[in-house]
């Protein structure tokens, strides 16, 4: 059994690390924007955010949500002692990652100037065959991500998050400083990508030279049916959650007008900075469960899950109370008085982050077991619910009527899987005890 104490140091340390990077991150990102808008204009600014979304969408539909699979299996092998098997994963990460990013290229490139079209923006086309390159620049990262995170080396990850960002503000300052337009901001992301995966490329590739030394990759015992079967879930769920954060705005913007729309945004996106936490907390816990099944040590995880569920009502409801009471002060404030409507949305959006925050040690321990099926067929059941809640709600209660499906929706999903993850951990609790 893994000594507790020093386990429960290390996920706060890691937490830490990973919550003051999302941070940073968010403040940068703030930064760049206010920038680019100030610099550019509302139209030209329109444009960069309309190129990434497009690409974005492009990439949701052909992705594979392949990094968990990949921090699973990397785990459950070094801990059956094949390291020529977590290597061989690892290689596969890779060669995915690459092919994925050729595929989006590849969309991109010829789809970019039909898709100009469609918006009426000529401009577009070549802002999308910039993005198009940098997709395939980009890609790799994601599996030298993954692999700093199965090895539990979050204080890495943290300063590679930072790091891409300072890069690209570096890069965008420079453009602009230069009266670059759009097309000159492509391209200064395009550099920040470059540069970026060059510095984590060589910081991965020598951590898995000294990881693996003497060790040649095998992919002979991989079992790649499991492996298909646990990323089709994974796929699955994170497609139906990216469906869920565009078919609320799709449905208000269709009933209502667009100042509905800014109503639930604003709101939604306050609330949100609350996830900042869950977040890690998720990241972190993931190669520690990994661990902890392996080693069959399921008193450790749900003394991890109880301690997480105390945190939660002890932190989370002194902060829930204090910004449902600070929520008209702070809209007014920030939007200034041209949003007021999203305080509603804002003190039950900011109720949903604390239940979620609950019980988010639960994804980690379902995929740890394998059970990554959970996951798709709760989402499937959730993405109906929410789809007819938002057809019934919406046109009532508008934006009220969004954030209410949206809380009917996170509700469903955490308390259905919660049945599931009890019963995953007494089934193995029951066989520990047996063997």
């Known amino acids: 059994m893994l000594d507790y104490k020093n386990l429960k140091s290390n996920l706060i340390k890691h937490t830490g690390h990973l919550f003051i990077s999302n941070s940073s991150v968010a403040a940068i990102n703030f930064l760049i924007n206010i920038m680019l808008v100030r610099s550019l204009g509302a139209q030209d600014n329109g444009l960069i955010v309309l190129t990434i979304t497009i690409a974005s969408m492009v990439s949701l539909f052909i992705d594979l949500r392949f990094c968990e699979a990949l921090i699973k299996y990397i785990g459950d092998f070094i801990s059956q002692g094949r390291k020529d098997l977590a290597l061989g994963m690892i290689y596969l990460g890779y060669t995915i990652d690459f092919g994925l990013g050729i595929l989006s290229c590849v969309i991109l490139f010829f789809g970019r100037r039909a898709l100009a079209g469609l918006f009426n923006q000529p401009m577009l086309e070549e802002l999308l065959y910039i993005y198009a390159i940098m997709l ?57 990508s470059i540069l970026f995966t060059a510095i984590i490329s060589f910081q991965a590739i020598g951590f898995v030279r000294r990881e693996f030394a003497g060790i040649n990759g095998s992919w002979r015992d991989i079992p790649f049916r499991e492996i298909a079967y646990f990323t089709f879930h994974t796929t699955f769920s994170s497609t139906l959650k990216s469906l869920n954060r565009y078919m609320d705005v799709f449905i208000l913007g269709y009933f209502k007008d667009p100042r509905v729309v800014t109503y639930y945004k604003n709101g939604i996106g306050l609330a949100g900075i609350f996830g900042m936490i869950s977040d890690p907390i998720y990241k972190v816990l993931f190669p520690v469960i990994v661990s902890l099944r392996n080693a069959h040590d399921t008193r450790t995880i749900k003394k991890i899950a109880k301690k997480i569920m105390l945190f939660s009502l002890v932190f989370g409801i002194p902060v829930g109370l204090f910004i449902s009471w600070l929520a008209p002060y702070l809209i007014t404030y920030i939007y200034k008085g041209m949003s007021d409507q999203s305080v509603i949305v804002l003190r039950i959006a900011i109720w949903i982050q604390v239940f979620n925050l609950m019980l988010c040690w639960q994804r980690p321990i379902c995929l740890a077991y394998g059970r990554s099926d959970i996951g798709s067929k709760v989402g499937l059941l959730g993405f109906a619910v929410f789809m007819v809640s938002l057809w019934i709600l919406v046109p009532l209660y508008a934006h009220t009527g969004a954030v209410i499906a949206y809380g009917l929706l996170t509700l469903l999903n955490l308390g259905i899987v919660f049945l599931c993850t009890v019963r995953i951990i007494r089934r193995a609790s029951a066989e520990n005890t047996a063997a």
């Open 136 to 192: 395939v620049v980009i890609t790799v990262n994601t599996t030298s991500i993954n692999i700093f995170q199965a090895f539990s080396r979050f204080t890495q990850v943290s300063v590679y998050a930072v790091l891409t960002k300072v890069i690209d503000i570096l890069a965008i300052c420079v453009v602009l400083a230069m009266g670059m337009g759009p097309v000159g901001v492509l391209y200064g992301y395009l550099f920040s």
